[in-house]
T-cell receptor
Framework: DGGITQSPKYLFRKEGQNVTLSCEQN?????MYWYRQDPGQGLRLIYY???????QKGDIAEGYSVSREKKESFPLTVTSAQKNPTAFYLC????????????FGSGTQLSVL | SQQGEEDPQALSIQEGENATMNCSYK?????LQWYRQNSGRGLVHLIL?????REKHSGRLRVTLDTSKKSSSLLITASRAADTASYFC?????????FGAGTRLTVKP
């Protein structure tokens, strides 16, 4: 079964806690992205990575961290510094090098307890 | 900041009518894409138009791009109730992909 797997589907965070959202892909795509979506809103770019061991900040990187140690994996950590983390988080990939089209995972809904 | 801005924010039409959504953006781009999102799901790619193209068709979809005005439009012809969803434009600038706030389309049967 090919594609992008995000886990968990639902996640709850206690105040002061760091949580990590998983994104795994078996499409052999170079580029991976994390977006945040608030209710009724568009997608805002948190971080993206075009190649292993390299990533770039998006518009709202503060309070988040990422790593890209493997081509298949791009985990997102929501740190305690992110004071308003409740949102729907979407991971996406594309083949890079101007191939353009994004493939999306099914998302993780993060809520604060 | 978001790159694209869609207009209108919401659109309600009857089945069989055409739906037109517009997108404006701010910087130069390599290509512009349109995506669809059903509630609570991931986005699905609909169509991509490159910066040197002016119009593109795919089934009931027609996309135009005017780089001089930094704007694009998506036309869905002969709409169906199943087309009810949110539609987003996304700009691609060297793999930096930015989305607009979306248009919420409701097609009434």
């Amino acid at each position: 079964d090919g594609g992008i797997t995000q886990s968990p589907k639902y996640l709850f965070r206690k105040e002061g806690q760091n949580v990590t959202l998983s994104c795994e892909q078996n499409l052999n795509h170079d580029a991976m992205y994390w977006y945040r979506q608030d209710p009724g809103q568009g997608l805002r770019l948190i971080y993206y990575s075009q190649i292993v061991n390299d990533f770039q900040k998006g518009d709202i990187a503060e309070g988040y961290s990422v790593s890209r140690e493997k081509k298949e994996s791009f985990p997102l950590t929501v740190t305690s510094a992110q004071k308003n983390p409740t949102a729907f988080y979407l991971c996406a990939t594309n083949a890079g090098q101007g191939m353009g089209k994004l493939f999306f995972g099914s998302g993780t809904q993060l809520s604060v307890l | 900041s978001q790159q694209g801005e869609e207009d209108p924010q919401a659109l309600s039409i009857q089945e069989g009518e055409n739906a037109t959504m517009n997108c404006s953006y701010k910087t130069s781009i390599n290509n512009l894409q349109w995506y669809r999102q059903n509630s609570g799901r991931g986005l699905v790619h609909l169509i991509l138009i490159r910066s040197n193209e002016r119009e593109k068709h795919s089934g009931r979809l027609r996309v135009t791009l005017d780089t001089s005005k930094k704007s694009s439009s998506l036309l869905i012809t002969a709409s169906r109730a199943a087309d009810t969803a949110s539609y987003f434009c996304a700009t691609d600038r060297y793999n930096d992909m930015r989305f607009g706030a979306g248009t919420r389309l409701t097609v009434k049967p």
